[in-house]
């Protein structure tokens, strides 16, 4: 077995995970990145749109026009009430501090915008990570692409290493190291479609709490909307959901009526000209698939609405020249939507709020180990409308400096031989198995039960029938499942045996923590409790392991200068409320 | 209806491809699918053990890591659609890891 040596560990090939290694580097520590896909093609980061978010001072920092009347306390006040009063609010703050000086070094490391409004620039999530890369590059970082980290040693009360899998030879990876920073981003394959790319299955979560962290907020995740889900070559592109906010159109059901209508029309207005787009038009997507007003493919129609044709085309191809998106070609998309065939869209997972417990410093409940991005908690709260492109910015450079310090001021000890060897063992133990395969079979069983039952509408009876498929997939399916094959080299059913462990974990633990909030808020909504219960729940449901399964407690919000609301209230009226409470900024955020 | 096309995909020697080096499967037909639609069909109901670049797959023509040839032609497995029988190699100036994967753009200096 190769044995690796580094100050810190970065886990993750990502945004967050970039600029963690810049900064663990400026830290002086020696720093090598881990990633289980291509560096910079790979997760959620170069998949976004993207949008990179600050308050309008920062933009006028930057060289943007940005909004004079804009403040670092407006941002934070939207950005609370965005996110229903659920958020961390030091951490929160932190966001609104630190964001101007996390764009102007992205702009300062080669990123180019193409636009910008009031409280963002839009640039393309593949330049955003390429700057970071080539920074984290220059000063000195080692990397090892298409490598999965796959469990933690902790002993003496630190981490001290983890072993991976190289998945292209097989051979597995041991790293000594004194500080690990996740950045493993979220759980999209836990869903179908897929947004991000293929191997976001939650390893980072699943690897932290198995090593005693806490986890907190696993019961919100935001669902971009307006996601094709059929023809198959589409399905989990988001070039309709942008699309949708910058050329408008609406939602007709399967009896093409436009469904939007019986909402309320400023609600309605607000999330078509905004980010709240995804959680309320998911939601109200949800609520007639439920009612079974779907498509044929389990969607809605996406059509042109009001926009007449040619200012729709207009505004399509001033983003999209040609139809053609990077490598996919729409052409067919804008004909279905000029001739007002409309396209079958519905929510998909795009982003996940719960994750890592972490404090001030991005620093876990185990010593030594680090959250940034996705993986770590969100400090949105219950609802994001502000870049989460920003998030892993601003996290990922705190994680870093202070994994790159602790790493220096905490040297560990080696990771025991018997515990590097138990790792092992458990990596190579699908390898053991008789033969039988069918993994990819129970994994795609996985992705539909968790759209349907733990999507943006939920209820109690249903949570409990996935928990307990969970359960059977735990105890009876998959320790019957072999492999088809035993060779080492890029062995798929190998590396989706090792996923779906990680899958099966962390979607027990978001069911588990939806069941358990008996409130609506944010991307949660239960039919069964269809009420926000400020009195109640401003709380997180924080969970961690024990010896019986899982301890589950509950925290009440940390709290700095926006006092939350007391009362219940109905969940759209919260809804509206939260909207209406916005600064008078302008822009998508 | 259930009309089915024929993937005719080249292996490796140790994998199903001895003999002239190509594997058939029969994959049911949707109007709209992708190469990579048929070959997730093969490796999940009908041969788990074939290998393609997929465990970090975009799918949306964004990582450039599915290149393969397709029907002599090079093209990503994500975006290119299928229409009727399709034969599928790697891309011939590349060494191979197994199957479809090859060792193209590997980014390693730890
Ligand atoms: C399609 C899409 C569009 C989006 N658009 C926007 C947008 O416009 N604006 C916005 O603000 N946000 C957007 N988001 C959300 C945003 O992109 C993400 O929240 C953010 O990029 C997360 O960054 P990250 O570095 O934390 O994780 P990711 O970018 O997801 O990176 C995770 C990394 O961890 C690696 N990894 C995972 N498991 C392991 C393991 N076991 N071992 C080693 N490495 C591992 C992965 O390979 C990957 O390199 C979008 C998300 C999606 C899916
Ligand atoms: S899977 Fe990324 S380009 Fe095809």
Redesign the interface.
Known sequence: MKT?RTDVLIVGGGGAGFRAAIAARQANAET?L?S????A??GAS??AGADLTCHGLGMRQAGFFGEPRDSEEKFFSDIVHQGCFLNDQPLAERFVRDGPQRLIETLEWGCEPYLCDERAIFTSG?GIVDAHLSEARRLGT?????TAVLELIVHDGQVCGAVGLD??SGEILRFDCHAVVLATGGWHKAYTP?TG???LTGDGVAMAYRAGAKVANMEFVTFACNVPV????????IVTYAMSLMCGGTLENANRERFLDQYDPETVAIASSTEWNKSFFSFATAREIRAGRGTPHGGVYYVTGDTPWPEFEARALRSYPDWK?????FSELGRMLRDGEGVEVAGAAEYFEGGVLVDDRFASSVPGLFAAGECAMSLFGANRVAAATMEMLVSGAIAGTAAGEFAQSHPSSEPPEDRVRTATEAIEAPLRKPSG?????LR?DLQEAASAMLGPVRCGEELEAFLRMLEDARSDRLPNLG???T?R?????W?ESLEIENLLLVLELSARAALERTESRGVHYREDHPITDNDGWLREIVMSPNRDGVHVEHRPVRVTSLRPPSGTQPYLEMVREMMCAHSDVGGHH | MNETIRFRIRRSP??GGAGNGYQEYDVPF?????VM?GL?YI???L?????Y?????????????CLARIDGQTG?L??T?VTADTTVEPIPTQDV???L?T?R??????
């Open positions: 690796i090598l881990v289980k896909g291509p560096l093609r790979c170069p998949m593949v080692s990397f090892l692409d298409d998945i292209r897929v790319s293929k191997e059929w023809p198959p070559v589409w399905r989990g592109s998106v990077k490598g996919a070609d395969h069918g993994i990819g079979h795609h492999l088809s094959t060779t080299s890029y062995n798929k059913e590396i | 140790a994998d949707t109007r709209g699918m992708s639609d997730d490796y999940e109901h041969d788990g053990s074939l290998a670049y997929d465990h970090a797959a975009c799918n949306q023509g964004i990582c450039r890591r990503l994500c975006q659609l890891e197994r199957d994967v060792k753009g590997r980014d390693r200096n730890g």
